[in-house]
């Protein structure tokens, strides 16, 4: 397992290559890769800053990934976070999810992205034409993460 | 009982500050809350959504404190 909390660019090819880089017993990796938008709600996005907590950030992010690690057969785990200042276009987050076959890697990157929005401390400033204004929270990604519940 | 509470993101606008130190009799994340909310600003501690941690661990705000436990307070998270 990996966490990797970063204020510089990342390539997600690479991140995804390196996933069975080292592992031949790897049979199935499944990726999430999101990405800074240059609209949301309504208003043009010319950029964005992510505040995070430090220390708390890494904890829950590795709570996150124990969580999925102890739910699914789970040959490597990656969870790679931006923070700081961010422009349209960069990626912002990737989850890599390694395992023999592939519904375990589609269920635990599903899984460790639903729980990372609702649990992981970052939240998101935009700057919009009309000036900076913080992302509000959504329900539908508290209803997403409630699928998980045991 | 001594605690240090910080704020983050529009709290932390909202507050002026991004932590202070409390001093007081608190059982109760709560009970802190409930103190800092009667300062300027803090309105913003009586929101419904709020989150908060004890100890860089998110918990509820009945949680119970201890003497020397870092409080955090924040708006709903909106990572990834």
New interface residues.
Partial sequence: MAIRVQSTAFDPGAEVNAMHAANVGVGAVVSFV?YVRDFNDGLDVAGMF????P??TE??LG?IAIEAEERWPLLKLEVL?RIGALEPGEP??FVGAASAHRQAAFDACAFV?DY??????????ENTREGAR????RDSDHAAADRWKQ | MNLTVKFFARYREALGVDSVKVEGDFATVDDVRALLAKRDGADVLSEQNLMCARNEDLCQLDEPVSDGDEVAFFPTVTGG
């Fill in positions: 999101g992510l505040e995070h907590y220390g708390m904890k829950a709570k976070h912002i987050v992205m990372l929005k609702t649990r992981a401390p970052f939240w998101k400033k913080w992302v509000e929270g």
